[in-house]
């Protein structure tokens, strides 16, 4: 009743197609000196003069003939009228053949007299040391380091021939307004041609983003035809699915063919392969992390055809804290959280949702779930591909559990220590279970036990006879968000948006309903769960619901209203054998620290009176 | 007698210096989304709304409210009259709560009837779902991934603050010319502040070169109190020696204090670390290696002071390749090939000349032998700073032995494979000595034996019963080289340019001697040696020498004079081992293609006749 993809092509035949269906021959661009670094020679790049061209002084001292130092020691000095004063560079005269260092000579005058003789081209740079002239210095197909600047300005080079991939461009979208602009409700900011820009370029392409086009056919074929007549490869962002306004498809088997719509990828399916005028037209699918797996796994290879060296992405081995289960036929990518706890790598997967970008801010690595794999098991060693170098995944610290809008300004501190905080959402019950597989560097909680104490009875209970401590990062309130005062006892009366089961801030709730007798199935909203202090405050303002639970950040952050219910004690639970790693140890200094400090007092809603103390378990 | 450097300092206590005597407090500099990627956040970002501001349709089709579909079954259709159509990213509509895929949905006009139940917040992205409002995006001192521009955008951020490091570089020498225009005999062209920016720059500073500054105290005085008011960093290119036209530690002692003059780092010794108003002077010392080291070992680092990350360089085992003696006292930096052999890593250093650029150009490694070592003994394993990816370094391919310029060609075909040929001009001997301490992928060689034959009698008799095979490269002529087409047998009355003891070239020129009966004392710069073809001929073209002895393309590239003597066999003696590697196989595909035999016709001087002809061992 509605169009659908025929069939999906499996990404490796996409690849296939790709390599039998386009020539991809790249276009030359010349380029000076200053702007080569990073850029891709086109051709051998050759020394148009030797280096040095003539002899030079390799030291301060004289020139010297060295047939007439002959014969010269301690006790039988020579003079030689025929030496010439030199610093080092400048050029030893024809006829002379060695230089003597300044210390080893006395001069008198212009008369000089050695206590040594010197050997034959002795401290002389001979002429082509570093380089002859018309000798190679760069191969083609080779990425220009900053340093080489150097060498290639010493040997005359001034413009270089270098790999220019042309890509254009086009967002498609009736919907779009371009960034800096406010989205009004249903519009959205056009991200997708600046993110595949910047990362086609850092890969050596030359992007050409075309203004925005709205959702008409007409538009769109148009612009496609003048992007495909000044690119060697042309993106067009949206409108690739089977949607009523999805004209993508149609535009490229108009003024080309379509050779696949739909490929067995996840993000990305509806991504399409074309070709216009023989060039490769692809079709970019406009949810975010789509068109982000498009540019990854489909046009940065591509660019490898052009003759762009595309680095591949390092792989290790990490075992994954979460079970994915997916179609068997696809292939999936996996945003992740990568670092080193204890001996071992750990991979956290982030939300798999293909609108959160966030999940690419944060991750570090990615999985790819092959297509003939169901999925993967918690516990299992997975393939993961590292985003960032060896170092920076090892100074990744890994913190699982209950959220608080804090954790991102310890965040930013650790940044500034050089160290990447990776923060997984999972609960404080989340926590302990990464806590109890040791997946985590630190698990951050608020557990009420029925004795109104905190954390240290779930610790005793879930990790028995385990080496642990907990750390005080503050005494925090939790009350009731809303837009115009709710108070706790009017919760039955309101709809409610409520946190995940296992998160500290549920049973807090629950324990509070139940100390007043509320009954939660009275509460409306009481299934309905979010995952951060933020998202409830977020519900609340957009209207869906009346009423929520969160801390005081959160609601004062979205400027609402806040009743107190409860104070908490938030603190982070920590295996003793990490306190020496130098991650974890940075953590509990920067949370014993004053900035920090001065930060909960001025986000509001946390005692600081226990903030860094230790609580060793009995 | 002279001016001398007082006392060196350590390089540890350089950077300690660093420390302690300036606050290192960066510039903040506000950039534009599209500019950012690459850059230092100086600051958190945050969103400035959420994303979706509201819910939005995950899906196309149709938005309902979940209680109108309870009880929907196959054999039991229901009919929602106040259901609405949506397509993926369109507005939910307030009372709405789920949305149902167009698939399940049999529309007729606008009446919609489903056979199945709708949960609630089915297919809706919430409001939120990406980001909150207020949320932090990125930490300070983050440096921006380019696939983070496409977030920022969508989350309302087109400017962000960004460290700004200011380094002013004053390019110092009487002898310089710009580049781009050519040397004149003692002059050099400017090319290290060229280096230094591209390499300052690629680590997040903002570089401005300065106009170039003769050798005059004044001048230079009032370059440096320019640079020092508008930069954070001034770097003054040589001068910094103790020569008598060496003015940079006078200038920095009389605008401020010069801290450090003389560091015990190799190359790059006479250093200078002042302080001008506050701010760190750096004087830059004028050999090429020389200022590439100061710009990597003490710049970089005094960067990431300012908040810039400075990526360390990742280190792995090596075994080295030769020995390396030093000075016990001295930091000394050499910059090497690395390359997997078979099972292990293996470094071979690199001409440690500090005016040899093209040392740094060749290097994919670099060592770092301790002060308090006195250097490495070859065979060692040693600690190796990798320059490129792990992967990158993997595709090197190791060449050790017998110099040709066809090498350079092949590592041009190479290239364009994706492999990095690393060549050490080790001559013919050299060759088999790597290749019997299995060093090497493949030695080329070039070795007559008393019998007339090629390579084979040299290989049974240093590597006695190994599994070698041999690969033609070409057949190649070597003969005199000269301005006026001297004669072998005008040798005697000539002044010659000779190659080193174990090069096949040598070995060559005695067999050939000896054949005429000439007694090598008998010419006039036997002794004088040089290591490669084009060497000899540019020495023959500076008029060092008035003869030598090369190949035919050599004396081609200079325009030089070549009269025949005898027709070789220029062969590569690989491990049979390795013939499955892919490395190693796609050397071997490249001598054996046709494209290279057309390069061997057009350089002139190689018989192709045995290109690609394998030859095995008896």
Redesign the interface.
């Known amino acids: 009743?509605?169009k659908?993809y025929l069939r999906v092509t499996s990404l490796d035949t996409v690849h296939d197609i790709l390599h039998k269906e386009f020539a991809c021959t790249p276009s030359v661009e010349q380029v000076q000196?200053?702007d080569a670094?990073g850029r891709i020679t086109a051709a051998?790049v050759f020394a148009r003069?030797?280096?040095?061209?003539?002899?030079?002084a390799?030291m301060?001292g004289i020139a010297v003939n060295s047939e007439d130092t002959a014969g010269a020691g301690e006790q039988r000095p020579v003079t030689l009228p025929h030496a010439v004063r030199v610093?080092?560079?400048?050029?030893v005269p024809?006829a002379y053949d060695a230089v003597i260092m300044?210390?080893d000579v006395?001069?008198d005058g212009d008369r000089f007299t050695i206590r040594k003789s010197a050997a034959?081209?002795q401290h002389v740079?001979?002429?082509?040391?570093?380089?002859?002239?018309?000798?190679?210095?760069?191969?083609?197909?080779?990425r220009i380091?900053?340093?080489?600047?150097?060498?290639?300005?010493?040997y005359?080079?001034?413009e270089i021939d270098v790999l220019a991939v042309q890509v254009g461009l086009i967002p498609t979208g009736s919907?779009l307004v371009a960034?800096?602009q406010?989205?009004a409700?249903?519009q959205?900011?056009?991200?997708?041609t600046?993110?595949?820009?910047?990362?086609l370029?850092?890969l050596g392409a030359t992007c050409t983003r075309y203004p925005m086009v709205k959702d008409d056919p007409a538009l769109i074929r148009d612009t496609v035809q003048r992007a495909v007549a000044a690119n060697d490869i042309v993106i067009i962002s949206a409108g690739s699915?089977?949607?009523?306004?999805d004209f993508t498809a149609d535009v490229i088997a108009e003024l080309g063919e379509v050779l696949v719509h739909g490929i067995s990828i996840k993000p990305g399916k509806p991504a399409i392969i074309g070709r216009v005028a023989g060039k490769p037209v692809i079709g970019m699918p406009?949810y975010?992390l789509s068109?982000?797996t498009v540019?990854r796994e489909i046009a940065a290879p591509l660019l490898s055809r052009y003759?762009l060296?595309i680095?591949?992405p390092?792989t290790i081995e990490a075992q994954i804290t979460s079970t994915i289960h997916k179609e068997i036929g696809t292939d999936e990518f996996v945003l992740c959280a990568l670092g080193r706890v204890g001996d071992r790598w750990v991979v956290s997967p982030q939300s798999r949702?293909a609108?959160?970008?966030?999940s690419?801010?944060r991750a570090n690595a990615y999985l790819n779930v092959p297509a003939n794999m169901e999925g993967y098991e918690a516990g299992e060693c997975v393939p993961v591909r590292r985003?960032v170098?060896?170092?920076?995944a090892e100074q990744a610290l890994l913190i699982t559990g209950s959220h608080d809008?804090v954790i991102?300004?310890l965040?930013?501190i650790?940044?500034?220590k050089?160290i990447d905080?990776h923060s997984t959402h999972a609960g404080s019950m989340g926590g302990i279970l990464a806590l109890k597989k040791d997946e985590c560097h630190a698990a951050p909680m608020h557990l009420l036990a029925p004795d109104g104490s905190y954390n240290t009875e779930y610790l005793k209970k879930f990790l028995p006879g385990e080496d642990l401590i907990l750390l005080c990062v503050a005494g925090r309130q939790q009350g009731v968000v809303s837009r115009d005062g709710i108070t706790f006892g009017e919760l039955p009366t309101h709809t409610f948006i409520n946190r995940q089961k296992g998160s500290g801030t549920r049973m807090l709730l629950d324990f509070e309903l139940k100390k007043v007798g509320i009954d939660p199935p009275c509460i409306h909203g009481y299934?309905?769960e979010?995952t951060?202090h933020?998202?409830v405050?977020?519900?609340v303002?957009?209207?869906?619901a009346e009423a929520g639970m969160c801390v005081y950040s959160a609601a004062r952050?979205?400027g609402l209203s806040f009743v107190a219910v409860a104070q908490e004690r938030y603190e982070l639970a920590i295996r003793k054998k990490y306190l020496k790693d130098t991650r974890v140890a940075a953590l509990c200094d920067t949370i014993a620290s004053p900035d920090f400090k001065e930060i909960l007092g001025r986000l509001g809603g946390y005692d600081t009176k226990e903030t860094g103390v230790w609580h060793v378990l009995p």
Chains 1, 2 share one sequence.
């Open positions: 009743m509605v659908r000196l200053e670094a051998p003069y030797s280096v040095p061209e003539i002899h030079l390799a301060d610093n080092t560079g400048n050029i024809p300044i210390e006395w001069i034959p081209w740079r001979p002429a082509g040391e570093d380089i002859a002239e018309s000798e190679m210095v760069l191969p083609s197909r080779h380091r900053p340093h080489e600047l150097g060498a290639l300005a010493a005359g080079i001034t919907e960034h800096g406010l989205p409700p249903g959205v900011v056009e991200s997708n600046v993110m595949a820009a910047a990362m370029s850092e699915s089977a949607g009523t306004r406009g975010p068109a982000l540019v003759g060296p680095p591949e390092e949702g609108g959160v970008q966030m690419a801010v985003m170098g060896q170092r920076e809008p991102d300004y965040s930013d650790m940044s500034r050089g905080l299934e309905r979010v951060t933020l998202a405050a977020l519900a303002k957009s209207g869906e952050a979205l």
